[in-house]
């Protein structure tokens, strides 16, 4: 696509024919029973919208108004089931809610996707606002939840567990909520595990998960029917981006079978690789933690001449941990991972800098995330790629083999001592509870997973965005990975902490640009561009 035609698209965006709030819904028999008309709205096409990414229109509900403003809005229970009752949402008996001037959200409040804005920007994509409705679709003892945790650990996982419960509970009067054992296959393969506050009391002091999960053994058919014959209708479903995958095929067969189940999405990973989001529960303690690896590797470096303290972080295809745990410790000198290529021998690489920076100051810390140098490590090693039951890549572990060539450089081809210590905290940082900032997250995460099921929203992931709890259509959430972009400030302002090489060719820096996020990212002259279009026309990161 070429300038014009971007141009013309967005002048099509805003052309004066197509404001006015318009609707489009998907293939499935939606109605918009329920949704205030507004006079003089109209069928609208979401091609805009749409023209950002692979995703299916039929998936999407779109929902655009003045200037440019979009919402993709998630499903509705009443979207597919016609003439279901409504109830008063009973917070408004409840003496904590009912004195707080305008608990309930409003039905038309939306959160914008990007808030750097130009004055005459297009008001752009914006998600549902999470929170209590004034009417719900659930009568309190109609309500079976159940939850269930899936992929690797995460701090606060425990956190969402009691507070989804507490939620039902103490919210709703929602009295029977079972926990599913061992992730997805537990929903056919194992027993269940009933959930009430007492059970759940003190469960956010320890790590892991009291449900048990497990990666694979996604079998879309014999979940639902699970989930149908138990007579289950909430569905809260915790995981990463392979987890919200699985939740929206659980959810298109539950509309397909027309049944009333609200399937939801708590966004669940340690890597923050989950796009849209401000940031994934439990990353704030993993980077708290990881700081007393890197203390502790530089205890031991400094202490002990061309001393390299080395840590391993985990991070698969996003270096997130890696990257904010450097900018929050200031002790590391390099900081390795996934999204930035590098090299190790000769002019501008690795084992140049490492003996700069120990000539300089005697000693020096690498952070270096799981995922990077992958590349490296299996061409040296010539092996094959292989993979979780997941479908996840598994990664080899190329701290060891780092550590081992940056020793082997320096002693066979320097001649010089240097004395490394190698650190492997992943597992351990993965392991312990959330702390405070991510408990607080946790627990609004999980009220406001609770108040859109009630409200009968369905098909969604509830997600921060720009500060505020939000309802995320499936899509959204699993079209992409979230990773660091390597040519955009945070990691420029990384690149100045440490005052390390940025190790990238002319080339490198190309490609980077061509992977960048967002869809919607704001270019100078104020206008939205898609990705298709991105590698076409790049501006200012
Ligand atoms: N495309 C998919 N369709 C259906 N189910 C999927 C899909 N991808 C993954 N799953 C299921 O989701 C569950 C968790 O996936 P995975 O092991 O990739 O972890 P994750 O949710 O991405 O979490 P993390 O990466 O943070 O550990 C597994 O049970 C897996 O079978
Ligand atoms: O050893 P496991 O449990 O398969 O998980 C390892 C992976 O899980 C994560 O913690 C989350 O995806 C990654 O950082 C890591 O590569
Ligand atoms: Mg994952």
């Known amino acids: 696509m070429d300038k014009t035609s971007i141009s013309s698209l967005n002048s099509h965006f805003l052309n004066p024919s197509v404001r006015g709030i318009s609707r489009k819904y998907s293939a499935v028999s939606f109605t918009s029973s329920g949704s205030r008309s507004v006079p003089g709205s109209r069928i609208g096409s979401p091609t805009r919208a749409m023209a950002s990414t692979n995703i299916n229109p039929s998936d999407m509900k779109i929902v655009t108004g003045e200037a440019g403003y979009v919402l993709e809005d998630v499903p509705h229970l009443r979207d597919y089931i016609p003439d279901l009752p409504t109830y008063p949402n009973p917070l408004q008996h409840n003496p904590a809610y009912s004195v707080v001037k305008q608990y309930f959200v409003d039905m038309d409040d939306s959160v914008p996707q990007k808030i750097v804005v130009h004055k005459d920007t297009a008001r752009g994509i914006h998600f549902r606002r999470a929170g209590p409705r004034q009417k719900v679709y659930f009568e309190s003892d109609e309500v079976h939840a159940c939850i269930v945790t899936c992929g690797g650990l995460c701090p606060g996982l425990n956190t969402v567990i009691r507070e989804l419960v ?287 099921a009630m409200a009968g929203f369905t098909g969604y992931t509830s997600g921060l965005v720009n500060g505020r709890q939000t309802y995320i259509p499936f899509y959204r959430i699993t079209e992409r990975q979230h990773q660091v972009v390597i040519t955009d400030r945070m990691w420029a302002r990384l690149l100045s902490s440490t005052n390390q090489p940025s190790f990238l060719k002319a080339n490198d820096v190309i490609n980077a640009r061509k992977e960048e996020e967002p869809p919607t990212q704001l270019l100078d002259d104020g206008r939205c561009l898609d990705n298709n279009v991105l590698d076409k026309e790049i501006s200012h990161v």
């Open 166 to 452: 507490c939620g039902l509970y103490h919210m709703y009067g929602v009295k029977r909520v079972l926990g599913i054992d061992g992730g997805y296959r537990g929903f056919y393969a194992r027993n269940t595990i009933p959930l009430t506050p007492k059970v759940v009391n003190d469960i956010h002091k320890r790590g892991g998960t009291i449900l048990g999960t497990s990666r694979g053994g996604h079998d879309t058919t014999k979940i639902v029917d699970s989930i149908q014959d138990r007579g289950i209708n909430q569905v809260y479903i915790i995981g990463g981006d392979g987890t919200q995958k699985g939740a929206s095929v659980i959810f298109e067969e539950v509309r397909r079978r027309g049944l009333k189940v609200a399937v939801v999405g708590i966004p669940k990973t340690i890597d923050n690789d989950i796009p849209v989001i401000d940031r994934s529960f439990g990353f704030d303690t993993a980077v708290e933690e990881a700081q007393r690896a890197i203390n502790a590797a530089h205890v031991e470096a400094e202490s002990i001449e061309n001393g390299i303290g080395f840590v391993k972080l985990m991070g698969r295809y996003s270096g997130f941990i890696a990257m904010h745990a450097t900018l929050a410790s200031r002790d590391v000198d390099c900081c390795l991972i996934p999204e930035s290529p590098f090299y190790l021998e000769g002019d501008g690489g690795l084992f140049e800098f490492i003996e700069k920076r120990l000539k300089e100051n005697g000693h020096m810390v690498i952070v270096m995330a799981e995922g990077a140098g992958q590349e490296l490590l299996s061409e040296s090693m010539n092996s094959m790629a292989k993979q979780d039951a997941s479908g996840n890549k598994l990664l080899q572990d190329v701290g060891l083999w780092m550590a081992q060539r940056i020793k082997d450089y320096f002693s066979k081809e320097k001649m010089m001592t240097i004395n490394l210590k190698y650190i492997d905290p992943t597992y351990m940082i993965r392991a312990i509870p959330g702390n405070a900032s991510d408990n607080v997250y946790c627990t609004v995460l999980a009220q406001s997973a609770v108040h859109g």
